[in-house]
Nanobody, 115 residues
């Protein structure tokens, strides 16, 4: 079964850091881009970061300069390094893989930024 497996999020203090990972199963073929969206309670899902198979990155305005996305193509894995976390970064983070057969989504992982 095609799936994306996300690492656990967690509770982080403001100003802290956290890294998320997302591994795509080998039966997801021809992945063009991978990345992350997030959804906070009562808000719409928003772009966090995307990275193409060529390494081109795209970040949401709210995270530019604080988050870094990277990808290991051989491992079909994408990483999201989150620094200088703020309470407004609290959300469920969803991994996405854009492939030739369509978009695949992870189950979501909770990230809470609070003191």
């Amino acid at each position: 079964q095609a799936q994306l497996v996300e690492s656990e999020g967690g509770l982080v203090q403001p100003g802290g850091s956290l890294t998320l990972s997302c591994a795509a199963s080998r039966n997801i073929f021809s992945i063009n881009a991978m990345g992350w969206y997030r959804q906070a309670p009562g808000k719409e899902r928003e772009l966090v970061a995307l990275i193409s198979s060529f390494g081109k990155t795209n970040y949401g305005d709210a995270v530019k300069g604080r988050f870094t996305i990277s990808r290991d193509i051989d491992k079909n894995t994408v990483y999201l390094q989150m620094n200088s976390l703020k309470p407004e970064d609290t959300a469920v983070y969803f991994c996405i893989a854009n492939a030739i057969l369509g978009n695949y989504w992870g189950q979501g992982t909770q990230v809470t930024v609070s003191s």
